[in-house]
Nanobody, 122 residues
């Protein structure tokens, strides 16, 4: 069982930056691939980025490539999402998730956080 708690969301102007964090409970964090997903009102929950257990592999949605960076610190049981050059279309609730294998697919992830709101004003 893994419990995930996101933090770092907020309101930012277009062009600004935010850094999301997701703290995981338990001693087996390094056994899980991690992902960040987002869901805007009335839309599906979509992948933003994913990272393998060791951090050696990463995946980014086309819409965030070159602007967002996913990273993890296995010693601190934490995964991060650095978001730069934010756009109004990045506005959504952002969720972190843990799963057994590196994937960009929602159904590969078993554990989800409660989400953190990111709002980008124009």
């Amino acid at each position: 069982q893994v419990q995930l708690v996101e933090s770092g969301g907020g309101l930012v102007q277009a062009g600004g930056s935010l850094r999301l964090s997701c703290a995981a409970s338990g001693r087996t964090f390094s056994m899980y691939a991690m992902g960040w997903f987002r869901q805007a009102p009335g839309k599906e929950r979509d992948v933003v980025a994913a990272i393998s257990r060791s951090g050696g592999m990463t995946y980014y949605a086309d819409s965030v490539k070159g602007r967002f960076t996913i990273s993890r610190d296995n010693a601190k049981n934490t995964v991060f999402l650095q978001m730069n050059s934010l756009k109004p279309e990045d506005t959504a609730v952002y969720y972190c998730a843990a799963g057994g294998g590196f994937s960009h697919l929602k159904n590969a992830y078993n554990y989800w956080g409660q989400g953190t709101q990111v709002t980008v004003s124009s």
